[in-house]
């Protein structure tokens, strides 16, 4: 097992950070794009939640002190989702980008939040880029002449085409592999920090044509979770990709390359789907800087802008 000096690694992000004004800013843009729909979130609007157990392997617990990888079974909240603000999306929709978020519930208090999507990079390096993203989307109705402004904008930021061209359309929310896209730093007994990128593996990845995903029924992966999880576990397979020395870990619009090592963390096991699904994710907030001892913020700023973003959101959304 390799550990990257700790001379090496850059200074995390400072989750106290103000980003008040930009998560602002993006909020209000997410509104201009998707309209205003009471009670559901400005993106990644529709969802369903479900429940579960993850047990931690060995490997997790050399390479974090982590509480969250000592081995017993740890309870989880889940909730996995399709992009945009519109509640009624067709979950095969073309394009459209699949989300999971994590809620770890570690003995002792605390917990650990992941946020992960459907994607192998994230489209801009910086919460600002991402604002200025969004706001070409919002400049390019389905009706815009063209080449639009969200046209202009990717042909001169080609991180944007690379991460919304590796989505697809899988035939079950636990058969996609979901990225966490941001660095994040685990920190061992010893204290030799290692970045690690999370990836959540399924069993198996299946994808639809776009024929057979449009050819689908508007909720059929809500619906096929629900039933799927009814008859039989899903299981997902937590997994760390690690960088090595030399790996920069501010960007997450840039992959770490594909020979870094890739640890299994762990198993996932989703035992129910919440009968109040519609309503407790109203009230649920994933947010990325949610850590314990053992599991540190990188240089990577997004997570703290994220959880600015979510905060904002959260607040709006509930009043």
Known sequence: MSHAPADSLPGPA???????????????????IYGNHPGFRVN????????GSFVATPEAAALSR????????????VRFSNDGGFPAVPDGAPGNIKGMAVKFHP?????VNIVMLAVKTFPMATGEGFRDLLAAISE?????????KLDEFAAIHPTVPASFNSAGTPDSFAHEAYRGL??????????RRQPVRYIMKPEELVYLTADEAAGQ??????DDLRTRIANKPVVFHFTAQLAEPGDQTKDPSQPWPNDRKVVDLGVLTLHKVRDDSRQ?????LFLPTNLIDGIELSDDRMPVIRSAVYGVAFGRRNG
Do not use: M, R
């Open 280 to 284: 407790v994710q109203k009230d649920l």
């Open 107 to 111: 003995p002792g208090g605390g917990e």
């Open 66 to 77: 982590a509480a969250l990888f000592d081995g017993s079974s740890i309870p989880f909240t």
């Open 217 to 222: 029924p508007l909720d059929f992966l809500i």
């Open 14 to 32: 400072a989750a106290g950070e103000d980003y008040a004004t930009l998560a602002s800013e993006i909020v209000d843009i997410f509104y201009k």
């Open 140 to 148: 390019s109705p389905e009706d815009a002449p063209t080449p639009t």
């Open 182 to 191: 941001n660095a994040f730093i685990f920190v061992d007994k010893a204290g």
């Open 44 to 51: 990644h609007a529709k969802g369903i939640v479900a429940e």
